[in-house]
């Protein structure tokens, strides 16, 4: 008999619903009966990382992530590992004056951003995004028409080679960032992959979801609940897909 495959997600952080988004990929991954899960709220578990077969994340403006922390996940994937990365996992923010002076994104996590390959700056409000299929022979992205869904529309720098697979494009203002100015007509990657030694990441950067709660303390209570791209069947697809390339079962090559 085979063993399962070990699965590390990791699921935490602020400004997000984190019990709607754990539910979610949580009933993903038992779809497939060889995986096993271990669930975690930050990175501190290295014990649990270096015993992953893969790790999948949804995080967004994690605090207290320390260098050691970084490091050992950089090690995971130079060594072989497959991280699946998910819509906030490469944000740092900082809410000026409480959110009245701007958000600033401080380039303070740069062991961990060069090992995602990006790192987020700003988006504009929420919207209709046009995702673009710029990879349609690649087996992760393969048959996946150019679609529309509503959700934040990450804008990002990135670090090292990457593979573009699904984009959009966006000039104009990110209102409420710092960095605000987005002139340039470059590709605005929603789904890539990115080699890290023997290893590699996939980054997919919808999922955007929020509860009522969700915002404190910066309000009490949020006006609505938003679900993002989690409203849309394409999404799931591409969920489904990427927790397959973790297990090995989708050529990343």
């Not at 990006?118 to 996946?144: E, R």
């Not at 470059?186 to 890539?192: D, E, G, I, N």
């Not at 915002?215 to 609940?225: A, E, G, K, T």
Request: glycine letters at 10%; proline letters at 6%.
């Amino acid at each position: 008999m085979s063993d399962p495959t070990r699965a590390h997600f990791v699921c935490g952080g602020r400004w997000h619903d984190m019990d709607f988004a754990r539910v979610e990929i949580l009933k993903l991954l038992g779809e497939h009966p060889t995986i096993r899960t271990r669930v975690a709220e930050d990175y501190a578990s290295v014990a649990a990382l270096e015993q992953a077969d893969f790790l999948i994340t949804y995080t967004c403006d994690l605090p207290g992530v320390t260098e050691a922390e970084q490091q050992a996940l950089a090690r995971f994937v130079e060594g072989g590992g497959r991280w699946v990365a998910l819509h906030g996992t490469n944000s740092v923010m900082e809410f000026i004056d409480g959110g009245a002076g701007g958000v600033a994104t401080p380039r303070s996590h740069p062991t961990l951003m060069k090992t995602l390959g990006s790192q987020f700056l700003a988006h504009p409000p929420i919207g209709p995004i046009q995702v673009t299929n710029v990879a349609p022979g690649h087996p992760l992205v393969k048959g996946i028409d150019d679609f529309e869904v509503s959700d934040e529309l990450y804008l990002c720098e990135y670090h090292g080679e990457i593979q573009p697979l699904l984009e959009t494009r966006f000039t104009g203002k990110a209102l409420g960032f710092q960095e605000a100015e987005w002139a340039d007509d470059a590709p605005r990657l929603v789904l890539y992959l990115h080699p890290v030694g023997r290893g590699s990441v996939l980054y997919l950067t919808l999922g955007h979801c929020r509860g009522r709660y969700d915002m404190r303390p910066l309000m009490d209570v949020y006006p609505q609940v938003e679900r993002g791209a989690w409203e849309s069947p394409v999404f799931y697809e591409l969920l489904r897909r990427a927790i397959r390339w973790g297990m090995g079962g989708v050529d990343a090559v």
